[in-house]
DNA sequence: AATCTTGATTGAAACGGTTCAAAAGGAGGA
DNA sequence: TCCTCCTTTTGAACCGTTTCAATCAAGATT
């Protein structure tokens, strides 16, 4: 037995092969009661139209692809629930791939992605430390449909959809000032990316602000971002600096500052306060309850895909970053006035 | 300037659209000469195979379909990450949808990976208390490739890969009650489901051999499989039972319940042991690294992968439960003897 | 010089849908 | 009765590949 095709439809309906088409897409041209009959033989014989075909002639797969460094970080893993979510609603489907923080991976998997006719993509870019875009220039020189999301390159003209991520750092900075720490440090990667950049930048306007000196001394630029990263930066820095506050650029890697203080003696926050960034969820049922920056997931999944679609139905709004509003979570890890 | 097909590259590369495909899948067929020709003119053209129309003569997408609750637990998210690892190797991608737990969801999901042609599917089960199933038993009606991961349907025939959950409870139970620990409980999930079953028949078997009494108020029906949940199930059963020892199902919920106990006072493993499962990568880390049961999660994927397409190959081994050796990971958070 | 191999190339038929100009059918008006 | 105007339906072209029987060219064999 081959495969059921239209054409078995078609002629067990009784119908040509393009009413059939058309009764299944639905067409205002064809009539209600010719519908019935082909949704009819449909179930009976329980038919399936060929994605492959379909495509071939729709030239869309009603897929896009996602590409993220991975999904150890729950913050990953609550995009991707969220971008799952927004693409859904648009009965679209997501294929992911993940770049482990490699431009270079990320090219190959652009590459495979287009080979298998994704309509568009959304890119958490790599936070390399010698990122080569040759892949993204591509895409955009092609006008493929492409938003960045959580960060960009700063090199290349974009689509991109972030938290507004120096305010919340201002904002946190601000507040730690407020409650009278004076000696405030911050964890951070490497600075010529974007979402570190711009951290960076709202902790130095605030200490500026506020005429507490910044210098470059205060911000520790960390190698791993991840729970083991924020243990290895308090080793490395912790008994020369003695701060009094600490800003990790993620939940999970305040939690790994604030598990390696804890095991060293130092009481967070009555010795030194401790905040994060992102809000992961487990953030808010730590033992001591994590102060940090929330991003708004959910709303800059669902802008990103809006933007995608726009992009792709040629009604795209001009280039550049929208930056969503984050707020702080003042709870016990630190202390903010 | 339309769009770029195999015509022009044969037109330019003097052949004919035949060769020109040939040379494009490096057939034996021809000649190499040829093929450099084929080749440079692609390069030229920037062309690049159109993906749908090859789905459609090949009838395959190299793409497979995932289906996992979520990603908030990072259990599923380095599952994601090695399965990715096991489909690129075999040149696959890999597209994933989030069952939220519930097979209805599951079921649509299913449905509209069809409707993308992926080639196979790999499911993570959703722990739903009253699934429905007929969405997987018509997979296999139609001879679907499907391979469940992590866990399985028990009214299904299927082929599955997980690891050897009631080895590894058993083992665990075993070294506390060498430690001494009496009353140990385990928090655990819906006992219809095989993941729970088969950790609660490894607890059961090794509390029975050593002659401690199992009953059923040992076992601790938590709803919520995540942070809370521990947290929650501590508050509820706690100050009755008085354990000396807990295991819980997974590390996420075993954190809960530290993190729950501490703050009652209670110390960890001093008052009470404390255990895991998942052996995810922040467990070791932790302030009191967790003792937990290490699942082969490379291993379970790309065991699960090979089997797919053992069975996409036709060459399909019978259907029935790879079972993958778990270790136990000794840390500090439980007394083992 | 005629025939046989062998290897490389061609051309057309799939693959399974969608779309749309043209044809058919039916109702209403003159 | 004949003509128009609509609504439905038809049938063929098209989407861009892959595949394979048939053809071709060029040496090798007799």
């Not at 095709?5 to 119908?15: E, N, R, S, W, Y």
């Amino acid at each position: 037995m081959g495969k059921i095709t239209i054409k078995d439809v078609a002629a067990l309906a009784g119908v040509s092969v393009g009413t059939a088409s058309m009764a299944l897409n639905d067409s205002p041209k064809v009539s209600a009661e010719t519908k019935k009959n082909v949704m009819a033989v449909v179930q009976k014989l329980g038919y399936r139209r060929d994605p492959y075909a379909r495509s071939l002639s729709l030239s869309s797969s009603r897929s896009i692809g996602f590409l993220a460094p991975g999904f150890r970080n729950p913050f990953f893993g609550e995009v991707a629930e969220a971008l799952q979510l927004a693409v859904e609603e648009r009965n679209n489907s997501l294929m992911f791939g993940i770049t482990n923080d490699s431009t270079e991976q990320e090219a190959k998997i652009v590459d495979q992605f287009l080979d298998r006719g994704v309509d568009g993509l959304i890119i958490i870019p790599a936070e390399d430390s010698e990122p080569d875009l040759s892949h993204i220039r591509n895409l955009l020189n092609h006008d493929f449909p492409l938003v960045f999301l959580t960060g960009y390159y700063p090199e290349i003209p974009f689509h991109a959809v972030m938290a507004d991520l120096a305010e919340g750092s201002y904002e946190l900075t601000k507040g730690m000032l407020l409650a009278g720490l004076r000696n405030i440090i911050m964890i951070a990667g490497n600075p010529a990316l974007i979402p570190f950049r711009e951290r960076i930048e709202g902790f130095r306007r605030a200490l500026d602000e506020c005429g507490a000196a910044f210098d470059e001394s205060k911000v520790i630029i960390s190698d791993g971002m991840s729970y083991e990263g924020g243990y290895a930066a308090i080793d490395k820095v912790y008994d020369e600096i003695k701060p009094d506050g600490i800003i990790a650029i993620n939940d999970v890697m305040a939690m790994g500052v604030i598990s390696r203080l804890r095991s060293k003696g130092i009481r967070v926050p009555e010795d030194v306060s401790v905040a994060g960034y992102d809000d992961i969820s487990v953030s808010s049922i730590q033992e001591t309850p994590l102060t940090t920056v929330e991003q708004p997931i959910a709303l800059m999944c669902s802008e990103a895909v809006d933007m995608l679609f726009a992009i792709m139905e040629g009604r795209a709004a001009p280039e550049g970053v929208v930056r969503l509003p984050v707020s702080v979570r003042h709870r016990r890890s630190a202390k903010t006035g």
